[in-house]
């Protein structure tokens, strides 16, 4: 099929997501300049350079609120924590996504324990095998289809990494012990556990 995108599609589901698989989950936590401390997962999610290493993480927001709480508090504060989304997790994931208040916790409402960062005031979530600390850098306006809505991409700059030794084999990450979780398109997931090697052709 082909379809112009300004156009219907003519299918039950836009298949557009299931054309950029898998996308890495960032489970963002951040607190707002009131002090109400906030997590969500985020699937326009990615890591974007390495020296220094940038992240970024894009919002899709509807009026009223065109820009979701991960934003608002990230441009307010300047900070925020990226926690490694993991098969074994994916439930407290995805009980951490319901459109709460504000003011919720969803640490709280996704029963996790938190634990201090080092380096930025929002916690981490402590069962998460990594966490990423991070500033604020930038944020880019993208289009945006939906009147009144907002499509956000926000970057920061990770300034500090925790790796849970349980994690580590021979000074290397192991990701198979950790099953990072993915989006894909519709409501479906994958996780990574297979891992292969390629070397890089050296002329
Ligand atoms: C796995 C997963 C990935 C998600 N990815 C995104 C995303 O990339 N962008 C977005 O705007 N919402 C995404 N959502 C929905 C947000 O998590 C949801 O709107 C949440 O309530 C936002 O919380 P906040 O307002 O506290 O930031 C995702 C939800 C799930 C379950």
């Known amino acids: 099929m082909f379809w112009k995108t300004s156009e219907p599609h003519?299918?039950?589901h836009n298949p557009f997501k299931s054309c950029?698989?898998?996308r890495p989950i960032g489970w963002i936590s951040s607190i707002s300049a009131d002090g109400y401390i906030n997590l969500a997962p985020y699937s326009f999610f990615n890591g974007v350079a390495g020296e220094p290493p940038l992240v970024m993480f894009s919002s899709t927001g509807s009026p009223p609120r065109a820009s979701k709480d991960t934003v608002s508090n990230v441009e307010a504060t300047g900070e925020f924590v990226c926690n490694m989304a993991t098969w074994e997790l994916r439930d407290r994931i995805n009980a951490s996504s319901a459109p709460a208040p504000s003011e919720t916790n969803e640490f709280e409402l996704a029963d996790l324990e938190m634990a201090p960062s080092k380096l930025v005031k929002p916690p981490r979530v402590k069962i998460a095998p990594i966490h990423m600390e991070c500033i604020y850098v930038d944020t880019m306006e993208l289009p945006c289809d939906t009147p009144g809505g907002r499509n956000a991409l926000v970057v920061g700059q990770v300034i500090g990494?925790?790796?849970h030794d349980t994690y580590m084999s021979d000074g290397m990450v192991d990701i198979t012990k950790i099953r990072p979780l993915a989006?894909?398109?519709?409501?479906?997931?994958t996780s990574v556990e297979n891992v292969f090697t390629l070397n890089r052709p050296t002329k």
């Open 183 to 189: 989006r894909m398109g519709y409501q479906d997931y």
């Open 20 to 22: 950029v698989v898998p």
């Open 161 to 163: 990494i925790h790796i």
């Open 10 to 12: 003519g299918l039950p």
